[in-house]
């Protein structure tokens, strides 16, 4: 059975762009007879407002979709914890102690995510007073599982190659688990057959991968959809000006009129899809 789901972060509202996200992920779960689920990704720390995830409820019916919620990650610390402690136990893990500013002051290598860590603090002494985050090694990784595929259902066969990501973090400083690491274990435990996302998101997926195979999790399909984009190619958010979910519903804009749009890729003008 096809399994979708959208995971937003209530971090901030959701725009047009969420709004197509979840269209796609709840269409092609339709289509198939499968489900789509809904999954409040709420381990951001302090950016993270617990409020916000009953407004996406609201925008998503008001878009007339139908989902079935699972449990938020905040209610999910454990498995991330034994996750991490075992992978840590095999060697696959190094802390790090490295600030964000530390980082880009080493001018590192720009992938599709940002800097790639440049590895600084594997095999080093570490100040044991300074807070460390643990970090995936990708290259003991990568040597250990071999070749691993995976199937992008737009963009066709891929091979893994995380190192496009880098040595990205595994457990953070302030959290028992990165993204990274809660989105792969629930994405399992949900049973989700077909991660649907944005294309932005790619770079992620190859390191998902080789996390699946480390954990002993099954495969998915992924299906990147484009991005919701403004005149000036930048992807949408608020604080550029773009209207919220929310602002749109208030306004008394016909929701299910929105997602008929949407599904037609008629968008508002001055909105164009890329990476379609
Ligand atoms: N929570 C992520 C976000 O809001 C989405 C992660 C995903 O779909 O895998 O950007």
Redesign the pocket.
Known sequence: MTVTRF???PNGPLHLGHAYSAIVAHDLAQQAGGRFLLRI?DIDGPRSRPELADEFRRDLEWLGLEWEEVPAQSTRLDAYEDAARGLLERGYLYPCTCTRAEIEALEPRLGSQGAIYPGTCKGRLLDPEKPAALRLDVSRAMADCGELAWEDELAGSQLADPREAGDVVIVRKDAPAS?HLA?TLDDAADGVTL?T?GAD?FAASHIHRLLQALLGLPVPRWHHHGLLTDGGGQKLAKRRGSPSLADRREGGEDGLLLAEQLRLRRFPAGISLINA
């Open positions: 995971a937003p972060s990704e993204y989105a991660v996302r998101l």
